[in-house]
């Protein structure tokens, strides 16, 4: 929460403010690694963007001032999480004294850069699934358009709003609750048409991370202190900074390592947020260029094809010999989707899109050759056909043997490869508007961390459990692919620490961090379903 610093009241009187010694101008060699690598990256964004836009089938300049446009507000949702969250990870190391603030800044965008780039792409996923599966489907159609562009900008108003006004916010709260009302906006807009509303089931799922990853931080951080005492009997770990002296260096390389870890698993699942919307965005735009994903290799299509046949034939034993051939197997899927209940011809309609796309891939052998007005839909299909095979192996209906769920699970993730990618450059932006946003906030979450949550200056201890913690609960989230809150977790676990070791909390911090956590989901909620039915209204 790297807007709490301005809530709570001063610090009692003969109390050091530890900002003050912050004040001084920035090192220059930091500033300058900075701009090169921000330059740098820069550079490659362009080379990439340009090289990929040139294969693209784009008759006029709209597709790319849509394109330039929906890109900024994406980057500047990841900007504004770099300083509502991001700045959580150097708190600690700048605290103690462990790194100047700037070489603090300048590894810690290092280190999320290089966590962006390792990351899965499962939690940017995970939550383009909670929006609701035709405005998935339709992105590039003008409702799509107003989805993307509602939740985005709510999200960032929202997140600047509060910390203009001083609010505690989580980027992820915001985004989930912004997600939530795009959806239910769009349910009620049609009330009387088959429009679904949010995956629930998705939704409640993502929900109880964020809700327990907090919780999680508290308690362990709180256990970790209390067994370190009893463990390690290490006077200094115990006490509190003194003045500019950096920690003793067994101390000092603790608390690089968990400002080292917390930043590559921030980077690997918080800047992940951002990236599923911005691939929705390069779909809708030019669907050509990032519909499929063009850097398959030959044996990976072989591959896919092979999975694809076997699959069919799979299907096909699951097929009641009673049941008729669909009309529109598209739209049956997608009805499954939308409403979890399995009909008689549901199953027969996955078969016939998973016999369609083996044909396709046989007659075109790479994505590249499929003509431009159909990428679109190969997409389409690939999406329906692994959102249905998900669905029926979490539901076990059908019950599937064994070695049949194995191999439709090799055919699912075959599709998810397929659709399911995110080119290197869009890990480099998110990584950079991060960085940015990073340098923008991490003096006000500096103190909060170190301060304001406790009564006591957080000692070197509290600082190492809340970093290590930290660092292991988004690691864990992470492999589930589920996103959580960097900012709460932090948090929570620093308070955690206090209360254990007996220094108190601030009451006033801690309503501020009640607060923003339970208005964050529905103010968001509601500022992104009005935009949406604005912006709807337009096109």
């Known amino acids: 929460m790297a807007d709490l610093a301005t809530l709570v009241e001063a610090l009692p009187a003969g109390k050091a403010r530890i900002d003050l010694k912050y004040t001084k101008p920035t090192n220059r060699r930091g500033l300058a690694m900075f701009l090169v690598a ?80 390792f990351s899965s792409g499962t939690v940017a996923f995970a939550v383009v699934t909670l929006l609701p599966v035709e405005l998935i489907l339709k992105v590039s159609a003008g409702t799509g358009f107003a989805l993307v562009f509602a939740l985005l900008i709510a999200a960032i108003l929202w997140n600047l709003g509060t910390w203009w006004f001083g609010l505690p916010a989580s980027s992820s709260h915001t985004l989930v609750g912004s997600i939530i009302g795009v959806g239910l906006a769009n349910q009620l807009l049609n009330l009387h048409g088959q429009a679904s509303g949010l995956d629930w089931q998705q939704v409640v799922k993502v929900l109880k991370a964020l809700l327990i990853s907090p919780l999680l931080g508290f308690v362990l951080a709180g256990g970790l202190i209390v067994a370190s005492k009893w463990l390690l009997d290490f006077p200094s770990l115990y006490e509190a900074p003194k003045n500019n002296e950096p920690p003793p260096f067994p101390i000092r390389a603790l608390m690089v390592i968990t400002c080292t870890g917390v930043s590559f698993f921030h980077g690997s699942n918080d800047g992940q947020k951002g990236m599923g919307l911005i691939m929705l965005i390069l779909i809708g735009t030019v669907p050509t260029a990032y519909a499929l994903n063009h850097a398959t290799s030959p044996m990976e299509m072989q591959q896919f094809i092979a999975a694809s046949e076997q699959a069919g034939h799979i299907l096909d034993r699951y097929v009641s010999s009673t049941a008729q051939s669909s009309a529109d197997p598209r739209a049956e899927l997608t009805t499954y989707i939308r409403t979890h209940q399995l009909q008689a011809a549901t199953v027969p309609a996955l078969r016939q899109v998973v016999t369609e796309l083996n044909h396709e891939m046989v007659v075109y052998k790479t994505f590249q050759a499929i003509p431009a007005q159909d990428q679109s839909q190969v997409r389409t299909d690939m999406y ?57 906030g991490w003096r006000r979450i500096v103190v909060t961390v170190g301060e304001k949550i406790g009564k006591d200056h957080m000692t070197y201890a509290q600082g190492a459990s809340a970093g290590l913690v930290t660092m292991a609960t988004i690691f864990a989230a992470d492999k589930f692919g589920l996103p959580v809150s960097t900012t709460h977790i932090l948090s929570s676990s620093v308070a955690g620490t206090m209360a254990a070791n007996g220094s108190g909390l601030r009451l006033s911090t801690v309503r501020n961090i009640a607060a923003g956590w339970v208005l964050t989901l529905p103010a968001a909620a509601l500022l992104s379903g009005l935009l949406y039915c604005l912006f709807r209204s337009l096109v």
Not at 68 to 92: P, R, Y
């Open 38 to 117: 921000l330059v740098s990256g820069l550079i490659y964004i362009a080379v990439h963007i340009a090289r990929d836009l040139d294969h693209a089938a784009i008759a006029t300049v709209w597709p790319y001032l849509l394109l330039a446009l929906a890109l900024t507000i994406a980057l500047g949702f990841e900007f504004v999480n770099g300083f509502h969250d991001t700045a959580n990870a150097v708190a600690t190391v700048i605290y103690t004294n462990s790194l100047t603030p700037n070489v603090a800044v300048v590894w810690s965008g290092i280190c999320n850069l290089t966590g962006v780039l």
């Open 384 to 440: 329906l056909a692994s959102e249905s095979l998900r669905m029926m192996t979490d539901s076990r209906t059908p019950p599937f043997a064994p070695q049949d769920k194995a191999a439709l699970a090799d055919f699912r993730g075959q599709l998810d490869k397929s659709t399911k990618f995110i080119p290197t450059w869009v890990k480099v932006a998110v990584a950079l508007a991060l960085g940015l946003g990073t340098m923008v």
